[in-house]
Antibody
Framework: EVQLVESGGGLVQPGRSLKLSCAAS????????MAWVRQAPKKGLEWVAT????????YYPDSVKGRFTISRDNAKSSLYLQMNSLKSEDTATYYC????????????WGQGVMVTVSS | VQMTQSPSYLAASPGESVSISCKAS??????LAWYQEKPGKANKLLIH???TLQSGTPSRFSGSGSGTDFTLTIRSLESEDFAVYYC???????????FGGGTKLELK
């Protein structure tokens, strides 16, 4: 059974940093692109970052480019999101998602971790 | 590419059929997926490639469309279908993923 479990969320002050983790199990992690998607309170879903199987290619929307860094450790079947220079508008639930093999859609999602940026 | 999803809210009764629209600001071929969001559960991929049911998706769900206009139809609603639905598109160059604003399907 595919499982994605996020951790590392919490309350952080504006301008500070936070690192999220996602532990994957139930599939060969190194074979799949992975992504982070977020959802601000009462809002819709927003794609945050995607990383290739080896980690050599990463993709971000303009809203987080230069502040967020996605990375992975295939030996540990783990995905990470380093978030720097956090802003109040980064407050959201962050989901780890697996990109379907050779596809563009996200076929499995974690249950999410909450990040609150506030002074 | 912007995705405009409508309606944002929909009320229906079990047994009824409903449709949700998703319009792309430019042609996305059939690079469109539909997801279901329910409280306390991981988001679920229902349909990809515009009309292909993901394994495990009940046959009462169907997707149609290509280019810029897409529709998710749920026939004979069941109690478990009341949820929020999102469309999502993929743009290859540069690689970006965009979601629609969501449709909350509630029990009438």
């Amino acid at each position: 059974e595919v499982q994605l479990v996020e951790s590392g969320g919490g309350l952080v002050q504006p301008g500070r940093s936070l690192k999220l983790s996602c532990a994957a199990s139930g599939f060969t992690f190194s074979n799949y692109y992975m992504a982070w998607v977020r959802q601000a309170p009462k809002k819709g879903l927003e794609w945050v970052a995607t990383i290739s199987t080896s980690g050599s290619r990463t993709y971000y929307p303009d809203s987080v480019k230069g502040r967020f860094t996605i990375s992975r450790d295939n030996a540990k079947s783990s995905l990470y999101l380093q978030m720097n220079s956090l802003k109040s508008e980064d407050t959201a639930t962050y989901y780890c998602a697996r990109r379907g093999y050779g596809s563009y859609y996200f076929d499995y999602w974690g249950q999410g971790v909450m990040v609150t940026v506030s002074s | 590419v912007q995705m405009t999803q409508s309606p944002s809210y929909l009320a229906a009764s079990p047994g009824e059929s409903v449709s949700i629209s998703c319009k792309a600001s430019k042609s996305i071929s059939n690079n469109l997926a539909w997801y279901q969001e329910k409280p306390g559960k991981a988001n679920k991929l229902l349909i990809h490639s515009g009309s292909t049911l993901q394994s495990g998706t009940p046959s009462r769900f169907s997707g149609s469309g290509s280019g810029t206009d897409f529709t998710l139809t749920i026939r004979s609603l069941e109690s478990e279908d009341f949820a929020v639905y999102y469309c999502q598109q993929y743009n290859e160059y540069p690689p970006t993923w965009t979601f629609g604003g969501g449709t909350k399907l509630e029990l009438k």
